[in-house]
């Protein structure tokens, strides 16, 4: 439900001041590019102290009204987040919330391309995603606090900002026990954005326990208390009262629309942000062809996702000198780290038919039909979950760990912490191939994810254009320790079914042409399978301020410039293990409250002034 389309008008209430009119030129104190997770986030935030007046610019609208249903029922999210090849049989993305990204033929995988989902919505990813909602590691935390060097990025500290975004509602104790899942880690949250499980249990949720313990891996208490390596139920962003996906739109921003600081433009563009000299002093902003100048008194906040910012700042003339001067673009400060560092998790699946249902089943139209009717009468039934209730982390077990290079332990032993995954096996209930006669057989997938990159790819312009789009290239397999990875993976995933006495018949994919102990075949397997897993990250890396390659410090503030900060997945030094959802959200609310304790400290100064 759009709250500023549908809630009841009173006197004093005219929804359309929430939204900027185009083409006129006003100043705010705060300007935020992006409407999405963070951007939403930080915005809400601000705005709550009445003094402070804030502007959203995002290129999108309401999801509710630009994608119908698909983006509120949970289930629906296989429609658009399934990894597609491009020039293969896929769906175009909809271009009405989606960016349509095709990321750069990765030469490590036959050269095919992906389209790569970015939400182009209020939202963003959390209008797009699957809904996970699960934390990193301590030491993953650690790691970020010694390169930062600011210990409030600690777990312990930064648990907090994790609470304070969400309001988690338990099962009840006939839907999943307590001791499956760490209540205590949603101790004192409060926040708009919902955290809950599904109303429909996977049959497959009862069965793949006892495999996955039989293959040596242990049962956690949730996923959410810094520990990943194990496996357990991960709960989702979904609002249990009405069954439907709870993104920074219909939480944040809901709760914030109506305050007479906060303006939100939708269907805009950022352009480019302008300075006077070092400072920045507002944003060139587009809608509907119209182009005009939203001025900030303050700072520009830019939460534009690890593609969008990084190109928006390229655009502005910050990143590096010599690219931007063979595109024309006055360079205002060289900032070599402006699009690199880019980190991605990749993935891959195998399939098997199995002797219980599955949501493969909705590939059938009729089946699909049935579920999405269920779902809009009576909130129950597949699609108030994502297909997936166990998610599965671990480091390379010792029997296939021998068979790993020593370059490869060293690489990984030296870049990540010991509590940092390697590997995340995740049992989906459908899978991301068409499968012959879904409404009689049903399958399932178990998909293998690289938690652990060293591949790193890139974000750079095609042109000095805004109204180009990046040039992006996860460069995917270029590190070879990532390939020795992956076919570790996959070894350990063909263990692990071998467990799963509900699998019925032969492999489906790869099949028996795909030897276990053949090194070569599994990586033509993986080099044709290979896809994206949506987790991009790293592209305005946080760092210390004398790292040539840090574009933000600890405080997200743009390097090399005045009144800028970057906040969103792109601020991250690494893609952290796990799913990123939590994290952006977090990061939001410390940069918010970091913004409004200066503020504070500078009132308190003039005052004693």
């Not at 655009?315 to 402006?338: F, M, Q, T």
């Not at 946080?542 to 997945?569: F, H, N, W, Y």
Request: aromatic share 10%; hydrophobic share 35%; charged share 20%.
């Amino acid at each position: 439900m759009v709250h500023c389309l549908s809630a009841p008008l009173n006197t004093s209430d005219l929804w359309g001041r929430s939204f900027g009119v185009v083409g006129e030129e006003r100043a705010f104190d705060y300007i935020v590019c992006g409407g999405g997770n963070a951007g939403l986030t930080i915005a809400s935030r601000l705005s709550e102290k009445p003094t402070i007046s804030v502007a959203v610019v995002e290129a999108g609208g309401f999801y509710e009204l630009d994608n119908g249903y698909y983006s509120e029922i949970p289930g629906c999210c296989r429609k658009y987040c399934t990894p597609v090849l491009v020039g293969g049989n896929i769906i175009d993305p909809q271009p009405l919330v989606d960016w349509g990204v095709v990321i750069e033929p990765q030469k490590h995988l036959n050269n095919q391309s992906f389209r790569y989902p970015a939400g182009k919505t209020l939202g963003g990813g959390s209008a797009r995603n699957f809904t996970s909602y699960l934390r990193p590691t301590k030491g993953a935390f650690d790691k970020w606090a010694a390169e930062v060097r600011d210990d409030s990025y600690q777990f312990r500290e930064f648990t907090r900002y994790f609470r304070k975004t969400i309001s988690f509602t338990s099962p009840p104790e006939s839907r999943l026990a307590k001791d499956h899942y760490d209540e205590d880690a949603f101790w004192k949250a409060g926040g708009p954005v919902k955290v809950s499980f599904p109303q429909y249990r996977q049959p497959l949720t009862d069965k793949i326990p006892d495999a996955l313990q039989k293959a040596g891996l242990s049962a956690l208490r949730g996923l959410s208390s810094g520990k990943l390596i194990g496996f357990g139920q991960s709960p989702f962003t979904v609002d249990p009262s009405t069954g439907t996906r709870s993104s920074s739109e219909s939480s944040f921003l809901q709760t914030a629309l109506g305050r007479e600081n906060l303006t939100v433009y939708i269907k805009t563009t950022a352009e480019k942000i302008v300075f006077d000299g070092k400072k920045a002093t507002g944003v060139n902003v587009e809608t509907g062809g119209l182009r005009y100048t939203l001025k900030a008194k303050n700072e520009v906040i830019v939460s534009s996702g690890a593609f969008r910012s990084p190109h928006l700042l390229l655009l502005s003339g910050v990143g590096p000198k010599n690219d931007l001067e063979k595109l024309g673009i006055e360079v205002l400060a060289d900032r070599p780290g402006v699009g690199q560092n880019y980190h991605d998790h990749m993935a891959a699946e195998t399939i098997y038919p199995v002797d219980c249902y599955t949501l493969s089943a909705l590939q059938d139209s009729a089946s699909m039909e049935e579920a999405t009717k269920q779902f809009i009468n009576t909130r129950d039934g597949p699609l108030t979950g994502i297909g997936v209730d166990i998610l599965a982390f671990e480091k390379i077990p010792p029997h296939h760990r021998t068979k790993l290079f020593p370059e490869a332990e060293n690489d990984l032993a030296t870049t990540y912490p010991s509590d940092w995954p390697e590997i995340e096996i995740i049992p989906l209930s459908f899978t991301n191939l068409p499968t012959p006669e879904p409404e009689k057989q049903h399958y399932m997938s178990l998909m293998f994810v690289n938690q652990a990159p060293l591949s790193r790819g890139t974000i750079t312009l095609k042109s000095a254009s805004p109204s180009d789009p990046p040039v992006v290239d996860p460069n995917y397999f270029s590190h070879p320790t990532d390939k020795e990875l992956m076919i570790a993976a996959f070894r350990r995933v063909r263990e692990i079914a071998s467990h799963m006495d509900f699998i019925n018949g032969v492999e489906f994919s790869p099949g028996a042409s795909v030897q276990t102990d053949n090194d070569e075949h599994i990586m033509e397997f993986l080099k044709a399978a290979g896809v994206p897993f949506f987790h991009a990250a790293g592209t305005c890396k946080m760092g210390k301020r004398d790292d040539p390659m840090a574009v933000v410090d600890s405080t997200a503030r743009l390097i090399g410039v005045e009144g800028v900060r970057v906040v969103d997945a792109s601020a991250f030094p690494f893609c952290l293990p796990g799913h990123p959802q939590s994290v952006v959200y977090a990061l939001a609310e410390k940069i918010a409250e970091d913004i409004l304790s200066m503020l504070k400290n500078r009132e308190r100064l003039l005052h004693i002034r």
